[in-house]
């Protein structure tokens, strides 16, 4: 397979031909940078230039694949994981899973004088929800030109665990959004590796706890590793790999919360996602009066309450929602893949962008 800078070079060198034909026949030309191939200076159009960029994006958006996603899928919701119930066995192996893939990969832990992946939090935190301590996962991709300002990409990777002989598999909630995080970091990973990587860090952050009250969040937004004032978005992906009743096709997500702390961000959600994914955006759970109130049972809200811009990702819920039968084998993965690539798209604009978000 052709290195990432050898398929750029030809890409370049095709456009350039494109390019000269045209001014040829227009009779125009336009200051334009140059780059140099180790042979000659080729002189190349801003929008070529662009272009090139959006190739760029799209061949590490390419690397989120159904494939991969239903690996880690297939793995955390297997009878091994005892339905990942937090402080328990279950979710002790998930948390092992998650972190030996960041190890995999090449994923840095956040804590920079450890090891160690693992925020604990005590069991005294868990206001009698556990019978024992259990740990949020970090994973961090420091920034090029602005580290110091973080983008959090975040999921739950607990769930509900075993009653008597029932299984609670929570296979879109949330091993769909637990695999999309995995897959979102490992096409990160791959633009570091290349020399492509996001100009502001990336926390990429595994919580626990959610279910029991949104434990996880709670404790990492009181006890930040990063101070909160430095994070410049949260976007948090819960429950992405199912289609409920009100949707006839797999090509939509709910966004929740992107229009309440930043308009701007709200703003950044649509253009990027008409540009690249083009799924349709429903924002009927984002109505302050709509009764379910999701806006307050994910993760993202102990970001929102602390002022920080957050996004939503869900797809609703099913009939399979919190029961034994939320399996594997329902999950849709072209649904969950074209959700993995919009938060992905959204985290690479926000991440690489000049100015920091504005806050209403």
Not at 27 to 47: C, E, L, M, R, V
Not at 119 to 132: A, H, M, R, T
Not at 302 to 308: E, H, T
Request: charge should be neutral.
């Amino acid at each position: 397979m052709p290195s990432l800078i050898t398929m750029i070079m030809n890409k370049i060198l095709s456009l350039l031909l494109i390019f000269f034909i045209f001014s040829c026949k227009s009779g125009k030309t336009n200051p334009s940078p140059t780059i140099n191939n180790g042979k000659a200076k080729i002189t190349i159009s801003k929008d070529a230039i662009k272009l090139l960029d959006d190739k760029v994006i799209l061949y590490y958006a390419s690397l989120i694949t159904k494939k991969d996603l239903k690996k880690h899928l297939t793995a955390l919701t297997s009878k091994t994981f005892e339905g990942r119930k937090t402080g328990e066995k279950g979710q002790k192996i998930a948390a092992d899973y998650i972190q030996n893939y960041y190890k995999k990969i090449g994923i840095e832990p956040a804590f920079s004088k450890t090891e160690s992946y693992l925020q604990n939090i005590p069991v005294s935190f868990l206001n009698g929800k556990s019978n024992s301590d259990t740990e949020n996962i970090l994973g961090f991709i420091y920034g090029t030109e602005k580290p110091e300002e973080i983008v959090v990409i975040s999921a739950h990777y607990d769930h509900l665990g075993i009653d008597g002989e029932k299984i609670y598999f929570g296979a879109d909630d949330n091993g769909s959004g637990t695999s999309a995080v995995l897959e979102i970091a490992e096409s990160f990973q791959k633009a570091v590796i290349e020399g492509e990587g996001p100009k502001r860090s990336i926390l990429f952050l595994n919580l626990t706890g959610e279910e029991e009250g949104l434990y996880g969040s709670k404790y990492y937004a009181s006890h930040p590793v990063f101070p909160l004032k430095n994070t410049v978005v949260d976007l948090n992906i819960d429950m992405v790999g199912r289609v409920d009743a009100r949707h006839k096709t797999n090509n939509y997500v709910y966004l929740i919360g992107a229009d309440k702390i930043s308009t701007e961000l709200h703003y950044i959600s649509e253009a990027i996602n008409k540009k690249y994914v083009n799924l349709d955006l429903d924002y009927k759970y984002n109505d302050e009066k709509d009764p379910n109130r999701f806006y307050y049972r994910s993760d993202h809200y102990n970001f929102a309450k602390n002022g920080i811009p957050i996004i939503f990702y869900f797809n609703g819920t099913h009939k399979d929602y919190h029961k034994p039968t939320d399996t594997e084998d329902k999950i849709d993965y072209d649904a969950l893949q074209k959700r993995a690539k919009l938060v992905f798209h959204t985290a690479w604009e926000i991440a690489n962008r000049s100015e920091r978000l504005l806050i209403d």
